[in-house]
């Protein structure tokens, strides 16, 4: 089917959307700039793109206010930088209302549900640091119920919208983030699995929107372990995700994240695995996958609709995730998705620690989908040597079930840039290492040499300072 996001033409004004309602939110003063002007009505001809953000789930905090990468600037660094440069003027803006429990529980068992709503409760707060740790990588507060509920409905709301044709695209600036959640299990400062609970609703609860088919495209820089276990047997959602697996010590660990995990039974061959095994990788990198991976595959697949979990923690000079991905990069990723899929988009936040590239990223994207400004797709570096290798893997493994990946890339295709940095992996080293960056713009970067033994404290690729100490070696969940 073809969207309205990808017919290009103008709708009239009268058909513009309604001026939004301004979230709540202590820049409502800045967001007074959102009622129409004449120009913005005259923009507002354009796609319809909602954004959904709600200063309510600033409050799921740390309990005794630690340093914590998933902190509430994120979202608000983001909706600033919306704000500043005037996109939300030209957007359907959206505060968050809660997920009503039941769509919730078709995704998450009913105990972890109620765990979820219950665990904000005063009669919780003397048990709610040692519930947390149970779990890997969460911390609580008596706003993460709130805060995980608004999440989950706001993602559903927005992608409904999206789904009925109110809306071209939309955005939801959300947190907690969801796509490490499994049914019984928060983990990986996920609660809920936000995106799942989305696809799930549509497929189950809206049938009369006629979205069958649903592609899960999961640019984090961390395997979206939560959304391939919910479906792992469901050949209505392909779920894709490219991230760093680091021969399965990096972020959730294990080898659920294993190119080889392709789904089981009905859901054989709709579950895509791309798995790098170092950091460094870029916006080259990730449109090679794009070319020769995602978009001929997503092409066979003609989804209904588009959901993206989008972390931004590959982007350039995150904390945790060791990667290059520009605001340039994620534009392209993005414009390729739209004018070759012919779905409907909607973007979920999932992780990115940098506020500074996690802002500037978000607002490219909203930019595309805006059709603010034409995208040129020119990258000038050229892939990894080891992007090619798993670009080739991925294409044998899924090729009985995608005929359009069993041809052979052309040789002079295939060469790459060679291999990408290597680093000592020892602490003191690791140390000097970061002193050098500093020194050459300041990246924070940590990846793990290609082929080494699993290190602890490597995981997350983060900060010397303790990634390790926010995501953990993971369980393996298979
Ligand atoms: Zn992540």
Same mark, same amino acid.
């Given at each position: ?207 009369? +929107? ?76 990730? +449109? ?109 493994? +899924? ?80």
């Amino acid at each position: 089917m073809v969207s309205k996001a990808f017919n290009f033409q103008r709708t009239p004004a009268s058909e513009s959307s309604s001026s939004p309602s301004p979230p709540r939110c202590p820049l409502s003063s800045l967001l007074s700039m959102a009622a129409p002007t004449p120009d913005a009505v005259e923009h507002r001809r354009g796609p319809r793109v909602g954004l959904a953000y709600d200063e309510r789930m600033c409050r799921h905090a740390t309990p005794d206010g630690e340093d914590h990468p998933e902190n509430p600037e994120r979202i608000r660094a983001i909706w600033r930088e919306l704000v500043s440069v005037g996109v939300t003027q030209r957007c359907t803006v959206l505060s968050a209302k809660e997920a009503e429990d039941k769509y919730v529980a078709a995704v998450h068992t009913r105990k972890h549900v109620e765990l979820i709503r219950n665990v904000s409760s005063k009669q919780f707060d003397s048990r709610r640091k040692r519930i947390a740790k149970r779990f890997n990588s969460i911390y609580l507060n008596e706003a993460s119920s709130e805060s995980a509920f608004l999440a989950a409905g706001a993602v559903l709301e927005l992608t409904e919208k999206v789904a009925n044709g109110e809306l071209d695209s939309g955005v939801a600036i959300v947190r907690p983030p969801g796509h490490h959640a499994e049914p019984d299990e928060a983990m990986g400062f996920c609660l809920f699995n936000n995106v799942a609970i989305a696809a799930n609703f549509l497929l189950n609860e809206r049938t009369d +929107l006629g979205i069958k088919k649903i592609l899960i495209v999961d640019w984090d820089v961390h395997h979206g372990n939560g959304t391939q276990k919910i479906f792992w047997n469901d050949p209505r959602v392909l779920f894709f995700s490219v991230h760093r697996h680091d021969f399965g010590c990096f972020y959730p660990a294990g080898d659920d994240g294993s190119h080889s995990m392709t789904g089981e039974g009905l859901g054989a061959g709709y579950n895509i695995n791309v798995p790098w095994d170092h950091g460094f990788c870029g916006d080259a990198d990730y +449109l090679a996958v794009w070319d020769h991976i995602l978009i001929p595959v997503a092409s066979s697949f003609k989804p209904d609709i588009i959901l993206i979990s989008g972390g931004f923690d590959a982007a350039i000079d995150d904390p945790l995730g060791g990667c290059r991905i520009t605001p340039h990069g994620y534009t392209v990723m993005m414009k390729k998705l739209m004018i070759s899929v012919q779905g409907k988009i909607m973007m979920a936040l999932e992780g990115g620690y940098n506020l500074n590239s996690l802002s500037k990223s978000v607002l490219a994207c909203v930019q595309v989908l805006l059709e603010e400004d034409p995208i040129t797709n020119s990258v000038k570096e050229q892939p990894y040597k080891s992007t090619w290798h798993v670009i080739l893997k991925v294409r044998r493994e +899924l090729s009985e079930f995608w005929p359009v990946l069993a041809a052979d890339l052309p040789e002079r295709m295939l060469i790459g840039k060679g291999k990408p940095p290597t680093i000592e992996r020892s602490f003191e080293n690791g140390l000097a290492l970061l002193g050098e960056l500093h020194s050459l713009g300041g990246r924070l970067l940590r990846p793990r040499e290609p082929g080494a033994s699993p290190l602890v404290s490597s995981v997350g690729g983060g900060t010397i300072s303790g990634a390790s100490a926010w995501l953990g070696v993971g369980k393996g969940h298979r």
